[in-house]
């Protein structure tokens, strides 16, 4: 037996906007110690990591772990029919070919049941090696989006260097160029307004902007992002999940021909 | 602007 709660809809809800636009299907590992997904977008750029800790959900059992295969699309569809405040439940039996969402309103009045059909996928897992960053840079969130959004319109890739003056975000296109530099806060009154800068070596690292914006449809989840580069490896781009968890995205850089 | 790398050419297939 498989059961996970949690009283708002809303947290679920804004995991599967967040990964959406990269998975099409993913599989869900569900054991004593949480949920897990580690899944690659289809081109094998990104790669999606999920971490919902147990002790994050109002209820959880997880008698033996579960390894379900979901399509996110359908799942998307499903958690849409939440309201953010509705209570969830997600339901499945020990060797499941079925996952039941359970959706209740706040006055309970309103049970709604979704089952969903698994799918068998093959499993194929990749070893994150713990890494030691050059620069890992926390700041707010919307601000990262916006940067995004903005320099997308210049080129199809943004150019991110750091250096312990600030974080610097370029873009060129035919139509001309555009930077954003951004320096560390130095006192910021507001956590969630800070740009911190830990850096132990400057990076400049490229990245394709249609991941980026993937990866912003996160931000409602937190306020902050951090962001760990080193040369020459994937991209970190992290955000926290409330008490419960985090996802991260890791973004393979563009190499120079 | 480069060619663009592979995540699982970074991170070893388990």
């Not at chain 1, 599967?16 to 993913?26: G, P, R, S, W």
């Amino acid at each position: 037996m498989f059961e996970a709660r949690l009283a708002q809809s809303a947290i679920l809800k804004k995991v599967l906007e967040a990964v959406k636009d990269l998975l099409t299907e993913a599989t869900f590992e569900c054991s004593d110690s949480g949920i897990q997904v580690q899944a690659m977008d289809n081109a094998h750029v990104s790669l999606v990591s999920l971490n919902l800790r147990s002790d994050g959900f109002d209820k959880y059992r997880c008698d033996r772990n579960l390894s379900m295969g979901m399509n996110i699309g359908t799942m998307t569809k499903i958690l849409r029919c939440a309201s953010s405040e509705d209570t969830v439940t997600l339901r499945a039996v020990d060797s499941p070919d079925n996952i039941i969402f359970i959706f209740e309103s706040q006055n309970k009045e309103k049970l709604a049941e979704y089952e969903m059909k698994l799918i068998n996928m093959d499993l194929e897992h990749l070893g994150i090696p713990e890494t030691m960053y050059s620069c890992v840079v926390k700041m707010p969130s919307q601000e990262f989006a916006r940067i995004c959004r903005d320099l997308s319109q210049f080129g199809e890739a943004i150019t991110i260097a750091c250096s312990k003056e600030g974080i610097k975000f370029s873009a060129a296109g035919d139509y001309g160029n555009a930077n954003v530099k951004l320096a560390q806060t130095a006192d910021s009154d507001k956590e969630e307004e800070a740009v911190l800068i830990d850096m132990q070596e400057p990076v400049k690292l490229t990245f394709a902007c249609r991941y980026l914006n993937s990866f912003v449809k996160a931000t409602p989840l937190c306020a902050q992002v951090k962001l760990s580069m080193s040369s020459d490896v994937p991209l970190v781009c992290e955000y926290q999940i409330g008490e419960i968890g985090h996802i991260r995205y890791y973004l393979a850089p563009k190499i120079d021909d | 602007t480069g060619t663009q790398g592979r995540i699982d050419s970074f991170f070893k297939v388990l």
